[in-house]
């Protein structure tokens, strides 16, 4: 039976159940630490009784204070013991599908995260040693991570996809539909956690994985048809390793290209992980900056919050389509995303109400903007047969700079939290500077000049084999 090219289902049910126990990790670890530290019972009954407290005895002050420094640390040391297998594994296994298979990018990543959720329910439902999860991320971690997952689908996708706007604007909906399911999963978590607790989440959670599994490896339909274990290369040697792969198509990208064009993808390559390092590392402490006083927000309240940050996802993809037809130039979109994460970095710096916390999602509703339009960009410079090799890179400096970044922030926020929590807003606003100086470049360039020169190298070296054009054209013409 004919399977569905359909990597949408995949994407949302991942958002969806991951989502649904991301915002309760921070939560179970502080109120464990709360616990530990202070040898009595979180209080869960209001907002206004727990700062209340806080204020009233210079004791429980100092313990928050711990509480909140300990939590951030526990977010650092989990980060970085995951880190490095899960880049190594992102290489591997994109690089992989080349030859291998989308699928497996999408499968493996899967299974981690059901080891990860079935961890957590283990630690939540025993009351084992909260740094337990920490041994529970290091082994979820060698299944490939997030980034594994989402380079497997946006490579998947480019298979389908022929022109540029398709392209771009099914890249764009990838992230949208990550935003709109976590926004569900995180509104109904306050409420899922006040009735029944951390457990049931989890094993809901779970079983959701456990459904994508079943989509992913018996109706999602395979677009990399499979090399055989004794095919040869054209030049008669075996097959490259996988690693081997992703080494040489990397080095491929760069090596036939002009100078101009070598310029372009390795600015473009900047913006995108500088934009994701100042984005990532900031919104990464905003939970920790709402249970923290004078906010104080329950369950409740920090689920309202994560599902009203789906209007960014929301408005980052109504923004791309919209700028798309009226043919905004890309770089001029990259611009505007970078300059809503900066406007919203601010503004969330000096958040000390309720209001404030939700109003600061206005500014921010551009912000994932230049993550799809980036990727469109650089692959349109490169040839159809280095995607791959694209994906495999970007996948892989996405998951270093979304492990860097959050560790950075962490110990950031660990240091300053004591006389200014909002600090690592301010530094992620200050760090927009720059990519907004390499887009500044990347216009001085021109993105269409080196595209041209791309075309014209691939147009020229096709003309040095006129054996392959025509057996091109007959694979096209059958």
């Not at 960009?377 to 998951?399: H, P, R, T, V």
């Amino acid at each position: 039976m004919r399977g569905l090219l359909l990597v949408e289902p995949v994407v949302a049910l991942y958002a969806f159940s991951s989502f649904l126990i991301y915002p309760l990790v921070q939560q179970y670890v502080y109120r464990r630490l709360w616990e530990d530290l202070t040898n009595t019972t979180y209080p869960i009954s209001d907002s206004t009784s727990r700062c209340a407290i806080n204020s009233s005895s210079s004791n429980h002050s100092d313990y928050h204070k711990e509480v909140q420094k300990q939590a951030s640390l526990f977010s650092l040391y989990s980060g970085l013991f995951s880190t490095i297998p899960s880049l190594v594994v992102t290489l591997m296994l994109v690089a992989y599908s080349d030859r291998g298979g989308r699928k497996i990018t999408i499968i493996m990543p899967l299974v981690g995260a059901l080891i990860y959720t079935l961890s957590f329910l283990t630690v939540s439902y025993f009351e084992l040693n909260v740094y337990f999860l920490i041994g529970s991320s290091l082994l979820s971690s060698l299944f490939g991570g997030l980034g594994t997952f989402l380079g497997g689908c946006y490579a998947y996708v480019a298979d389908l996809c022929e022109g540029d706007r398709q392209k771009t604007l099914r890249m764009a909906g990838l992230d949208m539909m990550i935003g709109l399911l976590s926004g569900v999963a995180s509104l109904s978590t306050g409420y899922f956690l006040r009735a029944t607790g951390f457990n049931w989440p989890f094993v809901t959670s779970a079983l959701c994985q456990c459904l994508i599994l079943l989509y992913a490896i018996f109706i999602l339909e395979e677009t990399v048809k499979k090399v055989p274990k004794d095919a040869v290369n054209l030049d008669g040697s075996p097959p490259r390793s996988a690693l081997k792969q992703m080494i040489y198509g990397v080095y491929q990208m760069f090596s036939g290209a002009s100078r101009r064009c070598k310029t372009v993808l390795i600015t473009l390559t900047l913006i995108f992980t500088s934009s994701s390092f100042v984005y990532i590392g900031g919104i990464s402490s905003v939970t920790l900056y709402e249970l923290n006083d004078p906010l104080c927000w329950t369950e409740i309240l920090i689920g309202y919050g994560s599902a009203l940050s789906t209007t960014v996802f929301l408005g980052s993809f109504m923004g791309v389509s919209a700028f798309t037809f009226c043919g905004v130039p890309q770089l001029i979109i990259v611009l505007m995303g970078i300059l809503s994460i900066m406007s919203g970095m601010v503004l969330l710096a000096f958040s000390k109400t309720t209001l404030l916390m939700f109003i600061v999602r206005v500014p921010l509703l551009l912000s994932v903007m230049p993550f799809p339009v980036l990727r469109s960009m650089m692959s349109k410079i490169i040839s159809k047969s280095e995607q791959g090799a694209l994906f495999a890179w970007l996948s892989f400096l996405e998951s270093l700079t979304t492990s860097v970044s959050s560790a950075v922030f962490s110990s950031v926020y660990a240091a300053t939290v004591a006389w200014y929590p909002g600090f690592v807003f301010l530094l992620s606003a200050g760090l927009c500077v720059i990519p907004l100086l390499f887009i500044g470049l990347v216009g001085l360039i021109g993105v269409d000049v080196a595209k041209e020169e791309k075309d014209q190298e691939s147009v020229s070296s096709g003309e040095q084999d006129p054996v392959e054009d025509q057996n091109d054209n007959r694979a096209l013409l059958s």
